[in-house]
């Protein structure tokens, strides 16, 4: 980390602003898209959303692309605290409309007294796909990952009512029904299956098809030898929203995202997040309207379990070279 921390200099040189950036950009994307650009400045850096890489058909209002940036966002500020900078951020510093995600002004600070374990989690931190392990995932734990996403402002709701997590899991079993017609949907998440050496989603990360199971997965037939349903009766399941469904709360639910899932792998869990379901207007309002009465705008539901012990580790999806998403 020598590179990253330096001298006790008051701002960063464009050495260690780009160290933490290619740190943020380990952050999860929808299928693995990262569609951010980063552009250093005086003292810091400014995050830029890249709409060349918004799924079209599947993202029209750009909400998964914004969780995806949420997600960069606090990959940065977790990155910067473990190299001993602070981070002043300002988010939509332009307005909602404007591509200008955030600015950071960092200053020399004290590394975060958990550096080591953060890196190796922001490090460590992947999708792994594959069916979880029938141990259930015990109530507190599931709230204090909820904890962490509600203490960078997103709304968390750990479901585990009984008739609440059964009304979900058929609002996700409805949205996948009607997704499977939607050819255009169909094509666009194939274009992103092995779509380059350095994004989309490797085939080798994705179960292959179980015949049991009766229908394809997001992604089609991968390679990965595995079988498993969409949510399983053991799984533990979590709601992020927030109070409105605009840019500025998807934002802050796709940083409340990377906390519960940093948090989430320095504890060995495994996060699945489960955009389909919400990406349909009327399973939308069935999940906010029949499971969550109103109380949150949902923006993503995410599955967390156990990995069984021993299971070969998944190689990490790609990331573009730093060089392509940063310019000092």
Do not use: K, Y
């Amino acid at each position: 980390m020598s590179h990253m921390t330096g001298t006790r200099a008051s701002a960063p040189s464009a050495d260690q602003v780009r160290a933490i950036v290619e740190l943020a950009c380990s952050a999860p994307s929808v299928h693995n898209t990262q569609p951010w650009r980063w552009t250093g400045r005086d003292g810091g850096v400014q995050l830029q959303a890249d709409r060349s890489r918004q799924l079209i058909v599947e993202d029209p209002a750009g909400r998964n692309l914004m969780l995806s940036c949420g997600a960069a966002i606090d990959h940065f500020l977790v990155a910067a605290h473990a190299a001993g900078w602070h981070s002043e951020v300002r988010r939509l510093p332009d307005g909602p409309g404007s591509s200008v995600i955030a600015d950071f002004r960092l200053r020399r600070a004290t590394p975060s007294i958990t550096a080591d374990a953060d890196l190796a989690a922001l490090r460590a931190r992947c999708t792994d796909r594959r069916r979880f392990t029938s141990w259930p995932v015990p109530e507190d734990r599931l709230e204090g990952l909820a904890e962490a996403a509600r203490q960078r402002g997103a709304h968390a709701l750990p479901v585990v009512d009984v008739g609440m997590r059964f009304r979900l899991e058929m609002a996700v079993n409805q949205a996948l029904m009607m997704r499977e017609g939607d050819l255009a949907a169909a094509a666009e998440q194939r274009r992103w299956v092995d779509h380059g050496p350095d994004d989309g989603v490797p085939s080798e990360v994705v179960p292959a098809e179980a015949a049991a199971r009766g229908r394809r997965s997001r992604f089609g037939t991968g390679v990965l030898e595995d079988t498993r349903r969409d949510v399983e009766s053991s799984d533990g399941l979590i709601v992020l929203g927030g109070a409105t469904d605009d840019v500025a709360a998807w934002l802050r639910t796709g940083e409340g995202l990377s906390a519960l899932w940093l948090m989430a792998t320095r504890d060995d869990l495994s996060v699945v997040p489960l955009s389909q379901p919400l990406e349909l207007d009327a399973t939308r309002r069935e999940v906010r309207d029949a499971v969550l009465g109103g109380s949150m705008a949902p923006h993503l539901l995410v599955r967390i379990g156990w990995q069984a012990i021993g299971r070969r580790e998944l190689p990490r999806t790609s990331r573009r070279p730093v060089a392509d998403v940063f310019s000092a």
